[in-house]
């Protein structure tokens, strides 16, 4: 078993920055990739970026290349998500989840554990 617990959502203004982080515990962080999914009203629960265990590949979903940034730290037990630039259409319920599945998958089918979300609102 591998717990969860995101933090660092809340509310901001267009145009800024918000950092939110997951913090794992149980079974060795390290062996997981990571992602980080997000949930609007209405919408399907897509990715929004995804890091292989060692850090050596990432994704991102196109509508937030060149804003976010992913980042692990294996000694902390712990992965980030770096958010520039926000747009009120990033606003969701934040997610990060962890899958033993190789490649990294993009669909929410192949992670193993969740966290319980954290909001995101980003005003216009």
């Known amino acids: 078993q591998v717990q969860l617990v995101e933090s660092g959502g809340g509310l901001v203004q267009a145009g800024g920055s918000l950092s939110v982080s997951c913090a794992a515990s149980?079974?060795?962080?390290?062996?997981?990739?990571m992602g980080w999914f997000r949930q609007a009203p209405g919408k399907e629960r897509e990715a929004v970026a995804t890091i292989s265990r060692n850090s050596g590949s990432t994704y991102y979903a196109d509508s937030v290349k060149g804003r976010f940034t992913i980042s692990r730290d294996n000694a902390k037990n712990t992965v980030y998500l770096q958010m520039n630039s926000l747009k009120p259409e990033d606003t969701a319920v934040y997610y990060c989840?962890?899958?033993?599945?190789?490649?990294?998958?993009?669909?929410?089918?192949?992670?193993?554990?969740w966290g319980q979300g954290t909001q995101v609102t980003v005003s216009s």
């Open positions: 149980g079974r060795t962080f390290s062996a997981y990739a």
């Open positions: 989840a962890a899958s033993s599945y190789l490649p990294i998958p993009t669909r929410t089918m192949y992670y193993d554990y």
